[in-house]
């Protein structure tokens, strides 16, 4: 549903172009490429675009005299290997040799580096290949046009004699070739070709290729990757901010002797969001929040636990909400119903938590604005936000995007958060030198933006026959969306899209459906977390679903086949999986097989998991297998690394993480509390690509939605319990 | 003034006692490549080795480390520590990377001490470092991977 956003925004974020970074970057020779003007118009299946309707000129290319091709990047590379994605897709069409590409973040600028689903620069929903495919291709081939035509030029022969491969540019006949740095400056001046042919599927030699390294395979196996954590500009300071330990609560009172005497201490600030200590190092920082009395104002603040609020949550559900979607007529359909199944899932709120814990080094500049860099992923909103507190235009805030330690939506926010943080204390600091942010793992787990805390109460109906004939669900959960820029575009009617997507637009053949939702506010902040609605919509769908097929008898893969006519690629990774996983094949006693299928950000997975269950009530997974159709593969090693990685983050969640409040006050500060999956705890994961030249889609979150509910589907196969309460644990499970 | 010796050479820090290892590596010395992942020993993005065993420089303090040979990412060598960078690049372990400098240290570690580790060793020896990509399989692909090209 992200994929959806953001009209507004886009209007809203009109950053002037600064091609001038391009053509004087680094002494590099520049290859602009202009957007052919056919655009997506050739491409039957292409994604409904909210950027400009009029390409305008883009600037990806750069190549150098030394021969390297770098490739400016404006997606945010978390882990999820895009800087490498991109710049293969480039190579492929330039015809480059893969040991001459780099990557280079792309700066911040709107006008040419908006995501086309967006509108404005950033990244998230999984969309970085799919948003990028067609502009890249053209540009790559743009660009190879324009080194052949100066290759043609230069030698007097005609275009069409030329090849290129390898980064060499050949005329056969006459035994000439040049490489791209010799021509690059040349081919720079012409204009750019406005029709260019893209490569057929099978002509492919990188794209799809699993022999590419990552491009980020060195640096971040030597130390020498730097991340925002890592940035060091001269007479930087380190600031640590003390926030409400209940969420909505202010500053009513600081005393901030003791913390001044800390040595190393620079300065305390007193802002909007909390304290702010500022100190020559994070350590001297860290020390002075610890000496820092704050008393906090909690009139506005969220004094329920998250016992209080699920107890709300369930008067809720009971009541009818706003509706999603209503198909037939449910209630009348389940009270005809042969057979009714009614389960009540809770998911609790759960961190993000990546392994660089949130920061950003802010320098204000001489003319008002200021200079940051951070593993920026929504620029088009930081920059604003940026320039809305130091009270200067969008393009006085540059944005030097660094690698980030991981992210998982954390590092998106509507608001910019963090950002907006490192930017007030900066500019409090009155520009005396940059400031770097730090939070610390605590910070980051009371911190909130939590995935929502969300009841789903769902009642389904069997007729005679074992046919699903009726389906109603009620989900409640706060909504990250109302309040934000993003509410106009992704709530209609009450709906938070991102609440329901998986529940309400479910690809299974159900002639009564009724979904409904609740959002309840609560000053506990929360947001997009890895999958975002799939996160708990998939798990209550596949389960429930799994209940159904027990309860008309009938296999859980044929049952499920049976309801996605219709949908060839949801059956396709449906039978992969089992293929692979031997379904259907006896297990001993105590062992148990379970399955689960979905689709999100338009892809198509399907997990097997296979359990162990001891006498004791101890599960293990003795092995996962997934199936997934991400349209045509760019690097099929990266998206074997982000299944199994998606597979392991539910998992990990699923088992035993929850963030839960008392008293308003979070439970949980670390990962002795919060405890992160552990590579014993890792089951063996086989993933299977199916073959495709579809569009491309993303893989950095469809990995997640179907492996904790296979997991719970093989529980329950292995021991007849089922596990509607998230965590595990909080189903009787260790 | 404590007088350290990191990656072979002493190092003379201005810095109170107390302050974690990790904190003078990267805030005094911008040794950056060890991370700062938890601050409580519990994620292993800190890891280090003293005097060859690896450590948790976040809770190291930097008095207790006067005297002893500190090994960052940025000086590990050898024969172990080249197999296991290599087969790390060979396999692509790495996803958002910020863990792997410990996850490194910790394998280099192993691999010292063990050098036909299986599972249940690497499991031991590997538990304390998180990755969040769960990057798991590979990293214990790439530990057989490297002990099988130092074997052969």
């Known amino acids: 549903m992200l994929n959806q956003l953001i009209k507004q925004a886009a209007a809203d974020v009109a950053s002037p172009s600064r091609r001038g970074f391009l053509k004087g970057a680094g002494g590099a020779l520049v290859l602009g490429a202009m957007l052919p003007r056919t655009g997506f118009a050739s491409e039957a299946a292409a994604p409904k675009v909210v950027g400009p309707a009029d390409p305008r ?81 053209m540009a790559g081939a743009a660009a190879r046009a324009m080194l052949i035509a100066t290759a043609a030029a230069r030698w007097s022969v005609p275009a ?67 991340f925002a954590m890592d940035i060091r500009r001269p007479g930087q300071v380190t600031a640590v901010m003390a926030r409400s330990p209940r969420f909505g609560g202010t500053v009513k009172s600081v005393d901030a002797a003791a913390a001044k005497r800390v040595p190393g201490v620079l300065e305390v600030l007193t802002l909007p969001m909390g304290v702010a200590v500022v100190a020559r190092n994070t350590w001297a920082a860290m020390k002075g929040r610890e000496a820092l009395t704050v008393e906090w104002d909690d009139a506005k603040a969220e004094m329920r636990g998250t016992e209080e609020m699920l107890a709300d949550y369930r008067k809720l559900a009971d009541q009818p909400g706003n509706v999603a979607t209503d198909t037939g007529d449910a209630a009348k359909a389940l009270a005809g119903a042969a057979k009714v199944v009614e389960a009540e899932f809770v998911f609790p709120y759960l961190a993000h938590a990546p392994m660089e814990p949130l ?104 007729d005679a026959s074992g046919t699903l004939v009726a389906w109603r669900q009620s989900i409640v959960g706060q909504s990250f969306m109302i309040g934000t820029l993003f509410e106009g575009f992704m709530v209609k009617n009450g709906v938070d899209a991102t609440a329901v997507e998986g529940a309400s637009d479910m690809a299974y053949a159900v002639p009564n459906l009724h979904v409904d939702l609740h959002s309840p506010p609560s000053p506990v902040t929360t947001l997009w977390w890895r999958s975002v609605g799939h996160t708990h919509t998939a798990y209550a769908k596949e389960v429930m679903i799994d209940e159904l097929a027990a309860a008309a008898g009938k296999d859980p893969v044929a049952f499920r086949l049976e309801m996605l006519k219709g949908h060839p690629r949801l059956q396709g990774v449906l039978k992969l999986a089992a293929e692979k996983a031997g379904w259907g094949q006896p297990l ?33 997974i003795d092995r996962v297998v997934c199936a997934v159709d991400c349209g045509q593969v760019v690097n099929p090693n990266i998206v074997e690394a982000q299944v199994s990685g998606g597979t392991g983050w539910a998992i990990g969640h699923a088992l035993r993480d929850e963030i839960t409040l008392t008293g308003g006050l979070v439970d949980q500060s670390n990962f002795d509390g919060y405890q992160p999956l552990r590579n014993s705890e890792m089951p063996p994961i086989e993933v299977h690509i199916l073959p495709s030249t579809a569009r491309p889609t993303g893989v950095g979150e469809p990995g997640v939605p179907t492996a904790a509910p296979a997991v719970a589907n093989a529980v329950f196969a292995a021991t007849g319990k089922r596990l509607h309460h998230l965590p595990f644990t909080r189903s009787g499970m260790v | ?64 480390a006067a005297g002893t040979r500190i090994t960052t990412i940025e000086g590990v060598s050898g024969t172990v520590a080249q197999a296991v960078q290599a087969s790390w690049q060979k ?14 240290m910790s394998a280099v570690a192993l691999l010292t001490d063990n050098r036909n580790p299986t599972d249940d060793d690497i499991d031991a020896a590997m538990d304390g470092n998180v990755c969040r990509c769960a990057t798991y399989p590979r990293i214990r692909a790439a530990i057989k991977d490297a002990a099988k090209a130092m074997g052969a």
């Open chain 2, 91 to 104: 396999l692509d372990v790495v996803q958002c990377g910020y863990c792997q400098s410990g996850q490194i």
């Open chain 2, 1 to 64: 003034m404590i007088r350290l010796n990191i990656n072979g050479q002493d190092r003379d820090v201005d810095v109170p006692g107390d302050m974690p290892l990790l904190w003078v590596l990267r805030d005094e010395l911008n040794l950056t490549g060890t991370k700062f992942g938890c601050g409580i020993a519990q994620c292993g993005a800190c890891t280090v080795h003293m005097d060859g065993t690896p450590v948790r420089a976040c809770q190291t303090p930097a008095d207790s």
């Open chain 1, 588 to 620: 001993p006693k105590g062992k148990g097989r379970g399955i689960a299928v979905h689709e999100s950000f338009s892809s198509f997975v399907a997990h097997v998991a296979e359990v162990s269950v001891d006498e004791q009530g101890r599960v293990t």
């Open chain 1, 359 to 462: 920061n950003a080094t802010v320098e204000l500049t001489p003319d008002g604005g200021c200079t940051i860099w951070a593993g920026s992923q929504f620029q088009g909103v930081e920059q604003k936000v940026a320039a809305g507190i130091l009270g200067c235009k969008p393009e006085q805030v540059v944005i030097n995007t660094v690698w980030a330690g991981g992210s998982f939506g954390r590092r998106a926010t509507p608001d910019a958060d963090y950002i907006a943080e490192a930017v007030t204390i900066a500019k409090a600091y009155g520009g005396k030198a940059p400031v770097h942010l730090v939070w610390t793992r605590e910070d980051d787990i009371r911190g909130g933006r939590y995935r929502p805390l969300f009841l789903h109460k769902v009642k389904a109906g069997l």
């Open chain 1, 160 to 226: 069409s004699a030329i090849a290129v491969e390898k980064g060499v540019v050949r005329h056969a006949a006459s035994n000439r070739s040049a490489r791209f740095g010799e021509l690059a400056e040349d081919a720079a001046k012409l204009p750019v070709p406005q029709n260019v042919a893209l490569k057929d599927a099978k002509d492919y030699t990188l794209i799809g290729n699993p022999s590419l390294h990552r491009l980020d395979h060195v640096s971040k196996t030597d130390g020498t990757a730097i």
């Open chain 1, 57 to 137: 000129p883009q600037a990806f290319i750069r190549i150098a005299a030394d021969d390297t091709v770098t490739v400016l990047v404006k997606h945010l590379d978390k882990g999820q290997g895009i800087m490498t994605g991109l710049t293969t897709i480039v190579a492929e069409e330039l015809d480059a040799d893969w040991a001459q590409m780099r990557g280079a973040f792309a700066p911040a600028d709107g006008a040419l580096y908006a995501n086309h689903f967006f509108g404005i620069q950033g990244t998230g929903g999984s969309t970085a290949v799919a948003n990028s495919w067609d502009e890249l291709r």
